[in-house]
């Protein structure tokens, strides 16, 4: 399987406690993002890393939220003290970018599956 | 600040019969468009993206998208209906000068009837 994936695909958790979901990009590809989806919306950016660096991050993005690219491949994601509202589908998505390409316009975004998290 | 807006929740079609599902959006600077599917328990899946040129795009699975520039509009559309198409479809833009987050709208659950 050449796709993103992620791992867990679920996860359970008590309130209070830390999570930590991996995300393995497409083989090749410089950039990987985080979403989140809630229950009947859309999916909001959360962050997103070029190689090793991150560089946006989305005002969900509280400091419980950590996320990091070590070594420009797979990213994890870590959620200290969760809280309930933190409940969401966590989706990683990864795509190649043609830094000197001519032609312009974005690439395109391929998602992984995604982690569900519940926090009870 | 870009925003996504698809005003329909859910699209019923019959099999066979032509489906469209509505995406406008709000940019600063030219707008990348694109459109996704999401199965039950799944990611999300491209169907096709707008960049430049032909303002008709055509996608996978014989869906294509027309972008409007003046009615800020890029509709989703398919010919003929399939049961199997039945999913939830996210319309997505990437504004030129707002990096490269892309930003979705709350999606459309489009369900095929037989």
């Known amino acids: 399987d050449t796709g993103v994936s992620q791992d867990p695909r679920h996860k359970i958790t008590k309130r209070g406690q830390n999570v930590t979901f991996r995300c393995d990009p497409i083989?090749?590809?410089?950039?990987l993002y985080w979403y989140r989806q809630t229950l009947g919306q859309g999916p909001e950016f959360l962050t997103y890393?070029?190689?090793?660096?991150?560089?946006?991050k989305s005002r969900l993005l509280s400091d419980r939220f950590s996320a990091e690219r070590p070594k420009g491949s797979f990213s994890t994601l870590e959620i200290q003290r969760t809280e309930q509202g933190d409940s969401a589908m966590y989706l990683c998505?990864?795509?190649?970018?043609?830094?000197?390409?001519?032609?312009?316009?974005?690439?395109?975004?391929?998602f992984g599956p995604g982690t569900r998290l519940l926090v009870l | 600040a870009q925003s996504v807006a698809q005003p329909e929740d859910q699209v019923n079609v019959a099999e066979g019969n032509p489906l469209t599902v509505k995406c406008t959006y709000s940019?600063?600077?030219?707008?990348?468009l694109f459109w996704y599917v999401q199965y039950p328990n799944r990611g999300l899946q491209f169907l096709l993206k707008?960049?430049?040129?032909?303002?008709l795009v055509k996608g996978s699975y014989g869906f294509e998208a027309e972008f409007n520039k003046s009615q800020t509009s890029f509709h989703l559309k398919k010919p003929s209906a399939l049961v199997s198409d039945s999913a939830l479809y996210f319309c997505a833009v990437r504004g030129g000068n707002a990096g490269n987050m892309l930003t979705f709208g709350g999606g459309t659950r489009l369900m095929v009837k037989p």
């Open positions: 998505a990864s795509s190649l970018a043609q830094l000197h390409a001519v032609a312009g316009g974005p690439e395109t975004q391929y």
């Open positions: 890393f070029q190689n090793e660096a991150q560089l946006e």
């Open positions: 707008y960049i430049t040129g032909d303002n």
């Open positions: 940019v600063s600077g030219n707008p990348y």
């Open positions: 083989s090749e590809h410089n950039r």
